[in-house]
């Protein structure tokens, strides 16, 4: 999402900040500033406190280059001027410290400024003629000389290191403490809105109080001329909001620039996760009002959320901007306007909130089939999008910058990512005028769902009457969308700028540990939830712990990143009664008791070592720990160094050594998955648990007696995921190495007899046990397709499962193919599963067959 930039919209971005003309050295008082935060018919509107990079996807580590997400700095290469990258990042760490330094003064300042009236007005208070009265002058400088002693503090123990700097000085304690005391702006902003609304009725009730309101005397730094600024109380009311966003901006430099070795670094990390975490807390439960529209009757409408929703009309897929206003929903679609003019929406239908009920499907007799996409089709369109992508690069490289070539494959690539946003989402989302029509979104996300109807439901607590708008009102309010939206472009790649990070890209492992804070017992499993291409998609759902009010899953995921940015955890009660509903809508009717997003930032997620964290929400803690694998690390092949195992071992060894043709592992685990899994939604696509899939690798591994019964009870998706580990932790891929290239040329060819032939010729090349290995799973596979109906899983789902194991680079022609690293959808990938899927579509292939027919096509192999 783009972070509005009108006034009247007080979303802090870090990336505006910084990256427009921010200077940690100035924070002046524009004439207009005093107004930021207010609405554009002037009334108080709610901050929204922006904790980018911690919640839009669209906005995360916007300050990093592509390859400081990937890799730590290397501290022996030379940069211009002779210094290593690791003296350099120092000598910007002691710049991003002075600069926080002499920001922190003005703070420090604006926050004495403020204190300055206060001690006058508490005098009065007690006499005969009180200015203010002690409840109102509490309520007015709640908690500010608390956040004014803290950071006082904070300033003076960091004043004088930055005075007497040495690169290995430590300031890391600092921050932490600083990052450990946001209790106290968390009460400040639950107090903000009444302490503004306070000061105001004072101000117009009382003339003393509005001439010192209105002209506080802030004093300058101590190198400034000028001595004071005279600025407004609502101004500097609104400083400790923005002075968050900034403290948090400012971690994210320091541990941008400070070596992962040096002693400040796990206590800078700890310092951004708590800030983070605070940030994302606070949006969650802040009043997010902020921006509003005087109607002809001067009544102040004010917009709550807006955001773009598919909407299904007369079976149609339309892409809609939808806007929650205080008292009404509207839904519009962009007019098409001449080049130059301004755009404008087109109201489509509204429904005052007084007379919307969401309905299921349960009530609705006449409820529309909603028509999904395919899963081989979302991914051959996934496909196309990295190969449309990764031609952008290529001729971005080749043009040094800016081309038509360029345009033109930006263009064709939002086409794609436009049409794949529009035919994902599958989630039912039913809104109804109790006078009249029933309207049909889709969401790609429940977590998504859950926020569009907590947003209304919270306002239909408020006494709302019914409203009828005329034609002009109803002119006047769609006309004002423009300018009030929040949201100003569908979530895409390429509405992206080019600075800002491509996201994640490998497997992330995230273990859910348990949850607390439930007041009933309940049957309670969570599932996890990662973006990619612009929408979210459901990753992983734990077991359903029965009858509790703390679960104890313990269960770890490993799920697969393309591009992600934000991790979502939701916590569900389970309901039984779905006896109506229908498995083909998608309809999810288990009740939501918590969720949370958590930003997957480069910085703090790419670690060796597992990253613990407790999330909170209605009083529901849920503690879970993550860490992250890139794509180029996942893919090393580390060779067992026990041969007595099956995991890690080359195939022939263990054939060899169990005197059969298919390893036994390999044979086990397709005989389970056909008995009871072949039908399973999704499988081989869902990631069973990891504990339960290092079980069983143990379990191989040693050749226990118990390995039968321990697979008849283990769920299925561990099975399968067993059967995936193993293909992938060949010392060498199950089609070799040393056929690789050969594969990827036979693949490529244009003609059906010619790749015909060379195709076959490289089965024919492969060892014996690989072969017959090959051949066995990819009969397996076909049977799993046959039942695609009922458990979603095609040849080509399938081929993008396995495709990428069976056949990769050996480590030498990784080191070749850079975009690997950093996009698991380049060519090479894409050619992986296109081998794949061509054995898949073939005709069965027996070993007789092979070694019978003449082959008229060679290859140097």
């Given at each position: ?270 310092a951004l996760r708590i800030s983070q975490n605070f940030l994302s807390s606070i949006n969650e439960e802040i009043d997010p009002r902020r921006t509003a529209v005087t109607t002809p009757k001067g009544e102040a409408r004010q917009l709550v959320k807006d955001g773009f929703l598919v909407e ?45 009920t969401f309905q299921t499907l349960d009530e609705s007799d006449t409820s529309p089939h909603i028509h999904t996409m395919p899963e081989h089709e979302i991914e051959e369109m996934k496909m196309k999008i990295s190969c449309i992508k990764s031609e952008i690069q290529k001729e971005k490289k ?333 010392p060498e891929p199950l089609l070799t190495d040393r056929l690789y290239l050969a594969f990827m040329e036979g693949i490529a060819l244009s003609d059906p007899a010619a790749k015909e032939n060379c195709m076959m010729h490289l089965l024919r090349s492969l060892p014996e046990p690989n072969l ?90």
């Amino acid at each position: 999402m783009e972070p509005p930039s009108h006034r009247g919209l007080p979303r802090l971005s870090w990336i505006d900040t910084l990256y427009s003309n921010f200077n940690y050295n100035t924070d002046g008082y524009d004439g207009d500033a005093t107004d930021e935060h207010k609405s554009q018919d002037g009334s108080e509107t709610m901050p929204f406190i922006d904790e980018s990079p911690t919640m839009s996807p669209q906005l995360s580590a916007r300050s990093q280059d592509s390859g400081d997400a990937v890799s730590p700095s290397p501290n022996d290469i030379l940069v211009p001027g002779g210094d290593t990258y690791a003296e350099k990042g120092l000598e910007m760490r002691k710049l991003v410290l002075s600069g926080f330094l002499a920001s922190e003064e003005i703070y420090i300042n604006q926050l004495e400024a403020l204190l300055l009236p206060m001690r006058p007005l508490k005098a009065t208070a007690t006499t005969s003629q009180p200015v203010l009265t002690i409840q109102q002058i509490e309520t007015i400088f709640y908690k500010i000389q608390d956040i004014f002693e803290i950071h006082k503090e904070f300033y003076d123990n960091l004043y004088p290191n930055i005075q007497q700097w040495d690169n290995n000085l430590t300031v890391g304690h600092l921050f932490q403490k600083l990052a450990s005391q946001l209790g106290v702006y968390k009460a400040f902003l639950d107090n903000y809105k009444v302490a503004v609304e306070t000061a105001e009725k004072c101000s117009q009730a009382n003339n003393q109080f509005q001439k010192i309101s209105e002209n506080l005397k802030v004093k300058g730094p101590k190198d400034s001329k000028d001595c004071t600024t005279s600025v407004t109380m609502e101004a500097l009311l609104y400083k400790p909001i923005d002075r968050v966003t900034r403290s948090t901006l400012v971690l994210h430099d320091l541990l941008k620039h400070t070596p992962t070795d040096h002693p400040d670094y796990p206590l800078l990390q700890d310092a951004l996760r708590i800030s983070q975490n605070f940030l994302s807390s606070i949006n969650e439960e802040i009043d997010p009002r902020r921006t509003a529209v005087t109607t002809p009757k001067g009544e102040a409408r004010q917009l709550v959320k807006d955001g773009f929703l598919v909407e299904l009309s007369e079976g149609t897929r339309k892409v809609r901007h939808v806007f929650l206003f205080t008292d009404l929903l509207l839904c519009a679609k962009m007019k098409k306007t001449a080049v130059g003019k301004q755009q404008q929406y087109d109201c489509k239908w509204y429904i005052p909130l007084a007379d919307l009920t969401f309905q299921t499907l349960d009530e609705s007799d006449t409820s529309p089939h909603i028509h999904t996409m395919p899963e081989h089709e979302i991914e051959e369109m996934k496909m196309k999008i990295s190969c449309i992508k990764s031609e952008i690069q290529k001729e971005k490289k080749a043009s040094k910058g800016q081309s038509r070539a360029v345009d033109r494959l930006k263009k064709k690539m939002f086409e794609q990512e436009s049409y794949l946003l529009l035919h994902s989402p599958t989630i039912p989302f039913r809104i109804h005028n109790i006078h009249g029509k029933s309207y049909l979104f889709l969401l790609s996300s429940d977590y998504e769902r859950s926020e569009w109807r907590e947003a209304i439901q919270k306002l239909q607590k408020k006494d709302l009457q019914a409203c009828v708008l005329s034609s002009v009102e109803l002119q006047v309010l769609t006309g004002s969308c423009f300018k009030l939206r929040t949201v100003h472009n569908i979530p895409v790649t390429s509405n992206k700028d080019d600075h800002e990070s491509p996201g994640l890209y490998g497997f992330l492992h995230v273990i859910v540990h348990s949850a607390k804070g439930f007041k009933e017992s309940a049957n309670l499993y969570c599932t996890l939830e990662v973006d990619s291409f612009g929408y979210f998609v459901s990753k992983a759902k734990t077991r359903v712990f029965r009858d509790t009010t703390e679960p104890q899953w313990n269960e770890e995921f490993e799920i697969e990143l393309e591009g992600s940015q934000c991790l979502r955890i939701l916590c569900y009660e389970t309901c039984y009664d779905k006896s109506k509903l229908s498995k083909d809508d998608n309809e999810i009717v288990d009740k939501i008791m918590g969720k949370w997003q958590v930003q997957l930032d480069p910085q703090t997620v790419q670690s060796k070592n597992w990253h613990m964290d407790v999330i909170e929400m209605n009083g529901i803690k849920v503690e879970f720990s993550m860490k992250f694998t890139s794509r180029d690390l996942s893919l090393k092949r580390t060779p067992s160094k026990k041969q007595s195992g099956v995991f890690g071992v080359k195939i022939s060894v263990v054939t060899k050594r169990e005197r059969s043709k298919v390893p036994y592992i390999v044979r086990q685990c397709i005989e389970e998955v056909e008995k009871r899994g072949i039908e399973e939604v999704g499988i081989y696509r869902i990631s069973g648990v990891a504990t339960d899939i290092q079980t069983l690798k143990a379990v191989f591994d040693t050749n226990t007696k118990d390995i039968l019964v321990m697979l008849s009870e283990m769920d299925i998706n561990a099975i399968a995921g067993t059967l995936k580990l193993y293909f992938r932790e060949l010392p060498e891929p199950l089609l070799t190495d040393r056929l690789y290239l050969a594969f990827m040329e036979g693949i490529a060819l244009s003609d059906p007899a010619a790749k015909e032939n060379c195709m076959m010729h490289l089965l024919r090349s492969l060892p014996e046990p690989n072969l017959i290995t090959f051949l066995s799973l990819l009969e397996h596979l076909k049977r799993v397709a046959e039942k695609e109906p009922i458990n979603k899983m095609s040849l080509h789902n399938l081929g993008t499962v396995f495709g990428p194991t069976l056949l990769r680079p050996s480590e030498v022609e990784q080191k070749a193919h850079i975009n690997l690293a950093s996009d698991i959808w380049s060519h090479d990938v894409m050619a992986q599963v296109q081998v794949l899927l061509y054995y898949l579509q073939h005709a069965p292939i027996s070993i007789a067959e092979l070694k019978r027919n003449t082959l008229y096509y060679s290859t140097d192999v």
